[in-house]
């Protein structure tokens, strides 16, 4: 009976001593991204605000929010989550990936994920980051 009362009462200061971490977007996510293009998969056509006569701007925010600008109207928000992982096909290759999801619970489809990449000011959007081919990617540039 001891070893129990013992045993409960380790248990309980394990548990109760036991925090979630907060965790935080990476900082070069955050910020505001103009949309720069849009390369289509198949037929190849390039979409930009040049042609579409649309500017976008997709806000990300340290409290995982999400903001997506077309003219300067907001046409979509939520909130975000991202995610990282890899992916096997064969024993050949392995995709490592980043990816997101934009929440959205007053639409349809509640839900968009994609895979992104960073590379300096550049935020790209691409299927092509998870190994899939004859997709889209799009481009932002930080502001």
Same mark, same amino acid.
């Given at each position: 009976?001891?070893?129990?009362?013992?045993? !409960?009462? &380790?248990?309980? +200061?394990?548990?109760?001593?036991?925090?979630? #971490? =907060?965790?935080?977007?990476?900082? $070069?996510?955050? @910020?505001?991204?103009?949309?720069?293009?849009?390369?289509?998969? !198949?037929? &190849?056509?390039? +979409?930009?605000?040049?042609?579409?006569?649309? #500017? =976008?701007?997709?806000?990300?925010? $340290?409290?995982? @929010?999400?903001?997506?600008?077309?003219?300067?109207?907001?046409?979509?928000?939520?909130?975000?989550?991202?995610?990282?992982?890899?992916?096997?096909?064969?024993?050949?290759?392995?995709?490592?990936?980043?990816?997101?999801?934009?929440?959205?619970?007053?639409?349809?489809?509640?839900?968009?994920?994609?895979?992104?990449?960073?590379?300096?000011?550049?935020?790209?959007?691409?299927?092509?980051?998870?190994?899939?081919?004859?997709?889209?990617?799009?481009?932002?540039?930080?502001?």
């Amino acid at each position: 009976m001891r070893h129990l009362t013992y045993f !409960l009462f &380790i248990m309980l +200061l394990v548990i109760g001593s036991c925090t979630k #971490e =907060k965790q935080s977007p990476p900082p $070069e996510l955050i @910020g505001y991204w103009q949309w720069e293009i849009t390369h289509q998969g !198949l037929p &190849i056509y390039d +979409l930009t605000p040049e042609n579409t006569g649309i #500017e =976008k701007i997709l806000v990300l925010t $340290e409290d995982f @929010g999400w903001k997506k600008f077309e003219n300067d109207i907001i046409v979509d928000s939520g909130t975000f989550s991202i995610g990282h992982g890899t992916y096997s096909p064969s024993v050949y290759k392995t995709w490592i990936y980043d990816s997101i999801v934009f929440h959205n619970p007053v639409k349809t489809i509640p839900a968009n994920w994609d895979f992104y990449e960073i590379e300096a000011d550049t935020l790209t959007f691409c299927c092509c980051f998870r190994g899939y081919a004859g997709c889209y990617k799009t481009k932002y540039i930080k502001h």
